[in-house]
Nanobody, 118 residues
Framework: QVQLVESGGGLVQAGGSLRLSCAAS????????MGWYRQAPGKQREFVAR???????NYADSVKGRFTISGDNAKNTVYLQMNTLKPEDTAVYYC????????????WGQGTQVTVSS
């Protein structure tokens, strides 16, 4: 079983920055993709950013130019640097990973709260 643990959420003023981290642990032979999703109150979970093991990145249009995803393959860890935060970025941010353990897996973290005040 693969576990994901996020950290780095918190309360920040509009225009500020936060850095989220997500570490995967357990029996992991390879990770194909790691990504971030978020869910605001009353809304569906939405895609934020993803990075492949080869370093290819994708971003939601709403965060392009403000958020940067990066990864450390050796540590099975992914980061999300969030700059110029807006109140509409307020949400619970979830980490997701897809890869190979003793079988193929797709796992979610427990989520970390990000609150941006205006």
């Amino acid at each position: 079983q693969v576990q994901l643990v996020e950290s780095g959420g918190g309360l920040v003023q509009a225009g500020g920055s936060l850095r989220l981290s997500c570490a995967a642990s357990g029996i992991i032979f390879s990770i194909n993709v790691m990504g971030w999703y978020r869910q605001a109150p009353g809304k569906q979970r939405e895609f934020v950013a993803r990075i492949t093991s080869g370093g290819t990145t994708n971003y939601a249009d709403s965060v392009k130019g403000r958020f940067t995803i990066s990864g450390d393959n050796a540590k099975n860890t992914v980061y999300l640097q969030m700059n110029t935060l807006k109140p509409e970025d307020t949400a619970v941010y979830y980490c997701n990973a897809d890869g190979l353990s003793t079988k193929w897996f797709n796992s979610w973290g427990q989520g970390t709260q990000v609150t941006v005040s205006s």
